[in-house]
């Protein structure tokens, strides 16, 4: 069994900094792309930022600059850095990655199961 687990969400005025976790455990060979992704009340999920396993970063327009995305393969686990948080930013934000377990045969998409970030103004 392959599981995913946030952590680091929280309540935070506007301006502030959160940093999220997200680490991934059970029978697991390799892990690819990871990825976090939220979703506020009312609106689609989305993608905040990914990350390869070589550790090259990508970002959605509106987290560039303020988010930092990175890993660290040997724990198998993905940190999100969140600096001057904006009332908008407020979601609940779920890691993604592409898992190959042991015995497995292709790379699966896992979730968590989420961790809720709120930014007051």
């Known amino acids: 069994q392959v599981q995913l687990v946030e952590s680091g969400g929280g309540l935070v005025q506007a301006g502030g900094s959160l940093r999220l976790s997200c680490a991934a455990s059970?029978?697991?060979?390799?892990?690819?792309?990871m990825g976090w992704y939220r979703q506020a009340p009312g609106k689609q999920r989305e993608l905040v930022a990914v990350?390869?396993?070589?550790?090259?970063?990508n970002y959605d327009d509106s987290a560039r600059g303020r988010f930092t995305i990175s890993r660290d393969n040997v724990k198998n686990t993905m940190y999100l850095q969140m600096d001057s948080l904006k009332p908008e930013d407020t979601a609940a934000y779920y890691c993604?990655?592409?898992?190959?377990?042991?015995?497995?045969?292709?790379?699966?998409?896992?979730w968590g199961q989420g961790t809720q970030v709120t930014v007051s103004s």
């Open positions: 993604n990655a592409y898992i190959l377990p042991y015995g497995g045969s292709a790379f699966t998409p896992y």
């Open positions: 059970g029978s697991i060979f390799r892990i690819n792309t």
């Open positions: 990350i390869s396993r070589s550790g090259n970063p």
